[in-house]
């Protein structure tokens, strides 16, 4: 579904990416850890065209995406959640939902009209809510949620258009350990259900080792280790580099 071939992107001298390679299986769960400042975050941001890079490319679905702008490679079927959710916080549930598929449509320039005379896509905006949970919300204020379903919104945002590929940015970051919890359950059943292929990032260790059918290392803009689960876990040089041995023994 996704792949990357040699990665090099630098910024003023500074080496943030450094030849790095990983392929994302389609209907997999991938996840893309490391120690903060690996390089996880710059490689999403070339992923989705905030970065051009250096060298190398990147595929999606066997289309060369490597310099698109972001609007492009997102109407061509991927999607992304950062670790700040995106959402309007003055606007309503519903209308920041209404806007995601308008904008995933290309037709927010088409004039200015109130965002409640567009049916098909509030009603779009709807069945989203229902994936997510949030029906019940959906003419609150999002700034009015709590940070769990903020989030939750984002992702919806994220699912608007015709996706084949989800990238998350840390989906739990700045969660209680029990909403950590309920997110996991979410993204697991949600994700899976829809049959999309996740690329993810996230510090919590039982979370990646949870939810991941593949897990690539990055250390110090470099591709460490790549495996299963069990695999990662085990591997002397990931425990050194970024799980530490409390963790993995946990």
């Known amino acids: 579904m996704l792949e990357i071939n040699r990665v090099r ?63 492009r490679v997102v109407r061509s079927g991927l999607g992304i959640s950062f670790q700040r959710a995106q959402a309007f916080l003055s606007m309503s549930v519903l209308e920041n939902l209404t806007l995601a598929v308008l904008a995933q449509a290309g037709r927010t320039r088409a004039g200015m009209r109130p965002l409640a005379s567009y049916d098909d896509a509030r009603q779009r905006a709807r069945q989203l809510l229902e994936w997510v949970g949030l029906a019940g919300r959906a003419r609150e204020a999002a700034e009015a949620l709590p940070l769990g379903d903020l989030k939750r919104v984002d992702i919806a945002m994220a699912l608007a258009g ?12 700045g969660l209680s350990r029990r909403e ?44 460490l280790a790549e495996g299963a689960p069990d695999e990662i876990k085990n591997d002397a040089r990931v425990i050194e580099a970024f799980l530490g041995e409390a963790d993995v023994a946990g």
């Open 162 to 173: 015709d996706l084949q590929l989800l990238l998350l940015d840390e989906p739990l970051a």
């Open 9 to 71: 992107k630098s910024f003023y001298g500074f080496l943030a990416l450094d030849d790095v390679s990983l392929s994302v299986a389609p209907g997999s769960f991938h996840a893309l850890v490391g120690p903060n400042g690996a390089g996880k975050t710059t490689l999403f941001n070339v992923v989705v065209g905030r970065y051009t890079p250096d060298s190398g490319e990147v595929k999606l679905a066997g289309r060369r995406i490597t310099g698109w702008p972001t609007h």
């Open 180 to 223: 950590r919890r309920e997110m996991v359950r979410f993204i697991e059943e949600l994700l899976r259900g829809l049959g999309l292929t996740l690329l993810f990032t996230e510090h919590d260790t039982e979370a990646v080792l949870r939810l991941a059918d593949r897990i690539t290392v990055l250390h110090q803009g470099r591709v």
